[in-house]
T-cell receptor, first 111, second 111 residues
Framework: KQEVTQIPAALSVPEGENLVLNCSFT??????LQWFRQDPGKGLTSLLL?????REQTSGRLNASLDKSSGRSTLYIAASQPGDSATYLC??????????FGTGTRLKVLA | EAQVTQNPRYLITVTGKKLTVTCSQN?????MSWYRQDPGLGLRQIYY???????DKGDVPEGYKVSRKEKRNFPLILESPSPNQTSLYFC??????????FGPGTRLTVT
């Protein structure tokens, strides 16, 4: 059964630091992987979607990579800002519409 | 504006009293899904629908029902709610490019 893990569960960094969030999955047979942001009390906002045939996607200060063979994805945030403080979730689509989410990394960027 | 709406946003009810949480999307997406989010467990899929009259179980379907009579609406029905269904519920729809759009969430408390 596919399992998705995000480590660490929480992270605090000073403003301006570059940081990497990790997402691991146990079964490499995935169709795509998505990264989301969730603010307290709010819904999820899609950040980046990587198809299984792709290695990375970029949007502004965000870059997501995918290595299916090792079961890993990383979300790189450049020059972090206090407004980046949120919980970041990854989810894999195993070709069956039964999306599996990680439990998230709670990020706090200190001003 | 492209969006997914859910109602109600907050609901407190008693054990056994049937309730329905509505979900509607205005993007003409074929695929819609319901999740629940619990501390330490992350988001888990309850049901999903690939099109009108086509639904299937996710990971935690027990105690829930869904229907998809129109493309835009995908209500979640709790026939006899129990305290273990106290949770934060999210509806989502998926575009043809596989990007997920989430509703704002419904916080349900069953006493």
């Amino acid at each position: 059964k596919q399992e998705v893990t995000q480590i660490p569960a929480a992270l605090s960094v000073p403003e301006g630091e570059n940081l990497v969030l990790n997402c691991s999955f146990t079964d490499s047979a995935i169709y795509n992987l998505q990264w989301f942001r969730q603010d307290p009390g709010k819904g999820l906002t899609s950040l980046l979607l990587i198809q299984s045939s792709q290695r990375e996607q970029t949007s502004g200060r965000l870059n997501a990579s995918l290595d299916k063979s090792s079961g890993r994805s990383t979300l790189y945030i450049a020059a972090s800002q206090p407004g980046d403080s949120a919980t970041y979730l990854c989810a894999v689509d195993p070709w069956t519409y039964k999306y599996i989410f990680g439990t998230g990394t709670r990020l706090k960027v200190l001003a | 504006e492209a969006q997914v709406t859910q109602n109600p946003r907050y609901l407190i009810t008693v054990t056994g009293k049937k309730l329905t949480v509505t979900c509607s999307q205005n993007m003409n997406h074929e695929y819609m899904s319901w999740y629940r989010q619990d501390p330490g467990l992350g988001l888990r899929q309850i049901y999903y629908s690939m099109n009108v009259e086509v639904t299937d179980k996710g990971d935690v379907p027990e105690g829930y029902k869904v229907s998809r009579k129109e493309k835009r609406n995908f209500p979640l029905i709790l026939e006899s709610p129990s305290p273990n269904q106290t949770s934060l519920y999210f509806c989502a729809s998926i575009s043809g490019s596989y990007e997920q759009y989430f509703g704002p969430g419904t916080r349900l408390t069953v006493t």
